[in-house]
């Protein structure tokens, strides 16, 4: 299993950016994908899940409203579009897919002026 994020950066806030994971070694179309964030000091928190066929999809309320995930099962990626980005979503970004215990290596996004 291996899960490659990408799409991170530094961005200002009020900015955008779209992450994304390319997922591969397991059944994508078969598997409920979850982002994640670790902002500095605190514990890794869900931001955002879609289900397997992508017809249903829950977010943290503190990114409700701004962030949109997605998916495209025939290229295996899933995607977070983050608007109106605020100094609070700096974090390390993670996506993992339900039910596997696998990590990706994290994409960083900072929000800074």
């Known amino acids: 299993v291996q899960l490659v994020e990408s799409g991170g950066g530094l961005v200002q806030p009020g900015g955008s950016l779209r992450l994304s994971c390319a997922a591969s070694g397991f059944t994508f179309s078969s598997a409920a994908m979850t982002w994640y964030r670790q902002r500095p000091g605190k514990e890794r928190e869900l931001v955002a899940q879609i289900s397997s066929a992508g017809g249903s999809t829950y977010y943290a309320d503190s990114v409700k409203g701004r962030f949109t995930i997605s998916r495209d099962n025939a290229k295996n990626t899933v995607y977070l579009q983050m608007n109106t980005l605020k100094p609070e979503d700096t974090a390390v970004y993670y996506c993992?897919?339900?039910?596997?215990?696998?990590w990706g290596q994290g994409t960083q996004v900072t929000v800074s002026s």
């Open positions: 993992k897919a339900h039910p596997l215990p696998h």
